[in-house]
């Protein structure tokens, strides 16, 4: 019989479980009086579709915290395999003050920032938050939603970043899916 997991090693084994799962890569951004804030983030999914809600795990630790979980819309650009250097830039990589700088975005219907050469962009305005231990989840009721191009997925996985290659053929339309 094993002995009880201590935290330091629940949280270890966590870490290790989490790289054996490929996630997509994100930008969420929001519009401030400050100009436009963003942050990479590869805890997103979505909710429900009725109301169609998403989920975004923002750090509490993270400088852009608070202005996210305040935020009163805010978009999400799944990024494009193309895009590695506007992740590490969203990351931290970058002063937050700079982190707009050279990165080519227009204004969505709720004013944040939709990035330019992303996959996919998906609106919300802020639905609601809750606590998750050292993160917040920030749901948000989405507004507008809509693939921009058919690019390659930016994928993060085993610490680093990868793609997918599409399918050769579509699925076929299914119950079981959405």
């Not at 951004?29 to 999914?45: L, Q, W, Y």
């Not at 202005?67 to 990351?91: C, I, P, Y």
């Not at 003050?97 to 609106?123: M, N, Q, Y």
């Not at 989840?137 to 939603?145: I, P, R």
Request: some cysteine; overall charge neutral; charged content about 20%.
């Amino acid at each position: 019989m094993s002995r009880p997991l201590n935290l330091d090693e629940l949280q270890a084994g966590l870490k290790e479980a989490m790289r054996a799962y490929p996630q997509g890569v994100t930008v969420v951004t929001t519009s401030t009086p400050d100009g436009p804030k963003g942050i990479t983030v590869s805890s997103f999914t979505s909710v429900s579709l009725s109301p169609p809600l998403v989920m975004v795990s923002l750090s509490k630790g993270s400088a852009l915290h608070d202005m996210f979980t305040e935020a009163g819309a805010f978009a999400v650009n799944f990024l494009s395999d193309d895009q590695k250097s506007v992740s590490d830039r969203f990351a931290g990589r970058t002063e937050l003050k700079d982190r707009f700088k050279w990165i080519r975005h227009s204004a969505g219907v709720t004013g944040s920032p939709l990035i330019e050469g992303a996959r996919a962009v998906i609106e919300c305005r802020r639905w609601k938050v809750y606590d998750g231990g050292d993160h917040s989840m920030v749901l948000g009721e989405v507004v507008s939603a809509k693939a921009a191009n058919s690019k390659r997925p930016l994928v993060y996985f085993a610490q680093q970043y990868t793609t997918v290659e599409p399918p050769d053929h579509p699925a076929p339309p299914s119950d079981i899916i959405w």
